[in-house]
């Protein structure tokens, strides 16, 4: 009797394919690579599946699509936990980026100001940005440069680590910018700049 042509009746519905293993890869012949990633040729399947028992390994499918379909002899076990430690590490690193707030006054004291800048830089070193806002209160909406003022001396402190994403703006009675973690090639490059010589 003929044996079957292999189809995708076993993707989910990820997308994600079924992989064979051993007696499963039905198809008479396969194109085969070892455990070191040497390519040992087109050989009989059930050829292939006894070198691999021989090695205490497993013939596994990579390539089905392939003519003949590619397999490669490995410690499938390991593969597997592998690639779910690197699935678990591809989730983690694809968290949504958060956006915090941290508010301000245009009276707001230096200590208030220098702990609300650790803040900043606290949730920055997370990976999140920060909205840093301002509201103008009775009086201090006549002295709107005093916030103005007061937002650029927080951006100036924290400018080691972020990058100013959105600049001031002023939104009714709140005044408001965006600042997001600097990235690690631009803090590698304000690293090796040289420091101004003082003038003469």
Do not use: W
């Not at 941290?102 to 909205?131: M, P, S, Y």
């Amino acid at each position: 009797m003929a044996i079957p042509p292999q189809d995708n009746a076993n993707r989910n519905k990820s997308g994600a394919s079924f992989v064979r293993t051993n007696f499963k890869i039905r198809v008479p012949e396969v194109r085969v690579v070892d455990a070191t990633g040497k390519m040992l040729g087109v050989m009989q399947t059930r050829k292939a599946q006894a070198l691999a028992e021989s090695l205490g390994l497993d013939l596994v499918e990579i390539t089905p699509g392939a003519q003949p379909p590619v397999c490669k002899i490995m410690d499938y076990g390991k593969f597997r936990y592998e690639e779910s430690i690197k699935q678990k590490q591809a989730r983690k690193n694809a968290k949504a980026t958060q956006v915090k707030e941290i508010k301000f006054h245009a009276a707001t004291d230096v200590g208030d100001v220098n702990r609300k800048v650790r803040e900043i830089l606290g949730f920055i070193e997370q990976g999140n940005k920060v909205k840093v806002s301002l509201m103008f209160r009775g009086r201090e909406n006549a002295h709107r440069e005093l916030g103005l003022e007061l937002i650029e001396r927080v951006v100036d402190l924290c400018a080691e680590k972020t990058s100013l994403e959105r600049p001031p703006k002023l939104d009714g009675r709140v005044l408001s910018c965006m600042l997001a973690p600097k990235s690690a090639k631009a803090m590698k490059k304000a690293a090796e700049k040289p420091a101004a010589q003082p003038e003469a």
